[in-house]
């Protein structure tokens, strides 16, 4: 096999789909059952749990991609009044609603909605899920990698080169042999991974009742237990709310899923009115657990945004086989959706120019 990818977020599709198109020969490997890395859906709207919006206005490369898969896009809803709680002692008051530009977009069915599309570009033979890379080794035939699944069984893999669809911290953590350059594995390792630090709580209702209020569904709370809020509803769909949380992981770890669902519908109650109190169905996500994408050490940064570090090294066992194309490594949108399509376009032109 020329090129094994490990990993199967954004940008691990992404850069099959371009091997696909290109008639390359590649494997992908995803730990877990499910694709989309930190992309991940609720209920059946798949209210984003992960990542959310992308800004086409400058971020064309991304934009160019969801219009390729034709997947339909909408403006982010934020028309009406915001809502500040100040502390939660206080009443809340009703302000300006604030406006991004450019304008936050998001696309109908969620973002999962293009983990699903390139999916389904991809023959079922050239990817496997449950696969969780334990070992890679450089040996005199190329690189050997080992995986197991959920049961413990063992899965052997040989390739030419390797594509990292991973944050580098995750990278710096797999068992290389020999090990890969120290400062290489040091930069990595001090690379912070996007986000992973945070959690949302998302609340599923059946009409956005707060736009009939003439709110935005915004809101702001610097003492409540989520800082910011915003409207997800879909269009034509349900309507939802989700926020981040304020208390940082190490707090959130202290406390159950069921309690923290408590504080949260209280806080949108004083933000929303009594209907906020009863959601047809709610969720938190914490990423900070979520083993696939967090470290610890990424919850001690406490969500520093990265800088791209070096893809590759260009000495020792691992020089031009091995680049890294995770979201993290992307020279203009290092952990962003975008950052994930650049990272993996710019790898597979190098694997195929074999210049690193």
């Known amino acids: ?43 059946a709207e798949q209210f984003e749990l992960g990542a959310t919006w992308f800004w086409g206005d400058f971020q064309p490369q991304l934009t160019e991609l969801i219009d390729e898969l034709q997947l339909l896009i909408f403006e982010q809803h934020e028309q009406g009044e915001l809502v ?26 969620g973002m999962t909605a293009l983990i699903e599309a390139l999916r ?71 690379t912070p991974t996007w986000m992973v630090p945070h959690a949302k709580y998302v609340a599923v209702y059946e009409h956005p009742f707060w736009r009939e209020q003439g709110l935005s569904g915004e809101g702001r709370s610097p003492q409540g237990i989520l800082g910011e809020i915003h409207d997800i509803s879909m269009p034509d769909g349900k309507a939802a709310l989700f926020g981040f949380f304020n208390a940082p ?57 990265p800088f791209a570090p070096p893809t590759h090294t260009a000495y020792g066992d691992w020089a031009n086989i091995l680049i890294g194309i995770g979201s993290e490594w992307s020279p203009q949108f290092s952990g962003y959706l975008a950052g994930a399509v650049e990272a993996a376009a710019l790898g597979v032109a190098r694997l195929a120019s074999g210049r690193f």
């Open 1 to 43: 096999m020329k090129s094994l990818i490990i990993g199967g977020g954004l940008a691990g599709l992404y850069a099959a789909y371009l091997l696909e198109q290109q008639v390359q020969d590649y494997l992908l490997l995803e730990a877990q059952s499910r694709f989309g890395g930190r992309v991940q859906g609720f209920g």
């Open 84 to 109: 500040y709680e100040r502390s939660p002692q206080q009443t809340p008051i009703r302000t300006r609603g604030y406006h991004n530009s450019p304008t936050s977009l998001r696309i109908q069915g």
């Open 120 to 190: 389904t570009k991809l023959p079922s033979e050239r990817y496997q899920t449950d696969r969780q890379v334990r070992r890679i080794e450089h040996t005199a035939q190329g690189i050997s990698v080992q995986a197991t699944d959920s049961s413990g069984q063992s899965f052997d893999y040989q390739a030419e080169a390797l594509l990292l669809a991973l944050p580098p911290r995750l990278a710096a953590n797999l068992d290389f042999r020999p090990s890969l350059p120290s400062d290489l594995q040091r930069v990595w390792a001090g």
């Open 249 to 305: 992981a190490h707090i959130r770890a202290g406390v159950s899923d069921d309690d923290l669902k408590t504080h949260c519908r209280a806080l949108l109650t004083r933000l929303f009115g009594e209907q906020a109190a009863s959601p047809v169905a709610e969720t938190v996500k914490d990423w900070a657990t979520d083993p696939f994408t967090a470290t610890e050490q990424d919850i001690l940064d406490g969500g520093q945004h």
